[in-house]
């Protein structure tokens, strides 16, 4: 009778363990903090200057980017972000919404901190837009 008691309340255990139970389902929804941030500000010191190229710069070149830490709210760079109103998910470092950080988000950066227009690209924010990020990953 112990033994069954036992075998009982491990299979209980593993059951509620198990991903797939409803105890897994009845986890609450993460919920998306968004903050307010500008597009292209990299380093996030509220302006988009020569300097947020650098860790693109870094990135393309294939060296380790020095980010600022996620704890002061800024994405570390290449983290998963989405823009509030904007459909889609990118990494922090993809200004111009390619799915790649390259080239082009090099000059994105470059032409925001020389106050040149900012080219639209569809469903992106614009480089030097206020927008509210929210970091959804890795």
Same mark, same amino acid.
């Given at each position: 009778?112990?033994?069954? *008691?036992?075998?009982?309340?491990?299979?209980? *255990?593993? +059951?509620?363990?198990?991903?797939?139970?409803?105890?897994?389902?009845?986890?609450?929804?993460?919920?998306?903090?968004?903050?307010?941030? @500008?597009?292209?500000? +990299?380093? !996030? =010191?509220?302006?988009?200057? #020569?300097?947020?190229?650098?860790? @693109?710069?870094? /990135? $393309?070149?294939?060296? &380790?980017?020095?980010?600022?830490?996620?704890?002061?709210? !800024?994405?570390?760079?290449?983290?998963? @972000?989405?823009? =509030?109103?904007?459909?889609?998910? /990118?990494?922090?470092?993809?200004?111009? !919404?390619?799915?790649?950080?390259? +080239?082009?988000?090099? +000059?994105? $950066?470059?032409? #925001?901190?020389?106050?040149?227009? #900012?080219?639209?690209?569809?469903? !992106?924010?614009?480089?030097? &837009?206020? @927008?509210?990020?929210? $970091?959804?990953?890795?």
């Amino acid at each position: 009778m112990r033994l069954l *008691l036992t075998l009982t309340t491990f299979l209980l *255990l593993l +059951i509620a363990l198990s991903p797939n139970t409803p105890v897994e389902a009845g986890k609450p929804t993460p919920v998306l903090i968004f903050t307010e941030r @500008v597009w292209a500000d +990299i380093r !996030c =010191d509220g302006t988009v200057d #020569a300097a947020d190229a650098m860790p @693109v710069l870094l /990135w $393309i070149a294939g060296q &380790q980017a020095i980010t600022p830490p996620l704890a002061n709210g !800024c994405p570390s760079v290449f983290h998963g @972000v989405s823009a =509030d109103g904007f459909p889609g998910t /990118w990494r922090w470092g993809d200004v111009d !919404c390619s799915n790649a950080v390259d +080239i082009p988000d090099l +000059i994105a $950066i470059l032409r #925001a901190a020389a106050s040149a227009d #900012a080219l639209p690209s569809g469903a !992106c924010p614009l480089a030097a &837009q206020s @927008v509210l990020v929210a $970091i959804v990953g890795k």
